[in-house]
């Protein structure tokens, strides 16, 4: 990436928005580049910026600088893949657009899915954090002492603390491989939850569906859990 680091020689912006930083990204070696490449692609999981200006010995400004542009050439340059930031670090990983060929190959009898009630889970899990078992079968209305045992040996969810109330229950979170896999940087990216709660009127319309002939509709809607976002319909 020898010609990323000859095309900015105005000097590194200050992440604040101030003066620029009085180091350059031209006077930087080039090997200084070729550095944060080999150890990110020799990582096991994401590299932490701040890893990576200590292990170079570079100010944490420049790191990041160098990061963000060589992500941005490799996309310029349109290879199969890219150089992110998720779970708080840095890594390669393919290019989103080439998928269906990198999940052909991964999954061609290699590599089990996950269940309905793991995915259900690991989504309660993820948006209520930190959560206990009880309060994850009170949603679910199931015991999920094993689901969670079965995604906590996949490494995507773990005890993070213990409620200090009565019993001392065990608390659960999710963990960095969780993001990584998802391709996040931050839980604070996973999607809202309301964008996949179903508007009022389709809540009303799947109501009437499914109405027995004859039934008394005061007393349906009181034995019907309303959904977050949803309205009471018109009696």
């Known amino acids: 990436m020898s010609d990323y680091i000859s095309d900015h020689t105005s000097g590194v912006a200050d992440p604040t928005g101030a003066t620029p930083l009085p180091w350059t990204v031209a006077a930087l070696d080039a090997d200084i580049v070729r550095a944060i490449e080999a150890i990110v692609m020799v990582a096991t999981e994401p590299v932490p910026t701040e890893q990576l200006a200590q292990l170079l010995e570079q100010p944490l400004a420049v790191v990041q600088q160098l990061c963000s542009g060589l992500a941005d050439a490799y996309s310029e340059a349109g290879h199969g893949f890219q150089f992110v930031q998720v779970a708080g670090g840095w890594r390669y990983q393919s290019h989103p657009e080439l998928s269906p060929y990198v999940e052909r190959f991964l999954l061609d009898g290699q590599?089990?899915?996950?269940?309905?009630?793991?995915?259900?889970?690991?989504?309660?899990?993820?948006?209520?954090?930190?959560?206990?078992?009880?309060?994850?079968?009170?949603?679910?209305?199931?015991?999920?002492?094993?689901?969670?045992?079965?995604?906590?040996?996949?490494?995507?969810?773990?005890?993070?603390?213990?409620?200090?109330?009565?019993?001392?229950?065990?608390?659960?979170?999710?963990?960095?491989?969780?993001?990584?896999?998802?391709?996040?940087?931050?839980?604070?990216?996973?999607?809202?939850?309301?964008?996949?709660?179903?508007?009022?009127?389709?809540?009303?319309?799947?109501?009437?569906?499914?109405?027995?002939?004859?039934?008394?509709?005061?007393?349906?809607?009181?034995?019907?859990?309303?959904?977050?976002?949803?309205?009471?319909?018109?009696?």
């Open 111 to 235: 590599r089990a899915r996950m269940s309905g009630a793991a995915l259900e889970t690991l989504a309660i899990v993820a948006y209520k954090q930190p959560i206990s078992r009880a309060q994850v079968a009170s949603i679910r209305g199931v015991d999920p002492d094993g689901v969670l045992r079965t995604l906590a040996a996949r490494g995507y969810v773990t005890q993070v603390a213990i409620d200090p109330g009565p019993g001392q229950a065990a608390l659960f979170g999710t963990t960095p491989q969780f993001l990584e896999k998802l391709g996040l940087n931050s839980l604070s990216d996973l999607p809202a939850l309301a964008e996949f709660v179903p508007a009022a009127e389709v809540v009303e319309a799947l109501e009437y569906g499914l109405r027995a002939p004859g039934a008394d509709p005061k007393q349906l809607r009181a034995n019907t859990p309303t959904l977050p976002g949803a309205e009471p319909g018109p009696e």
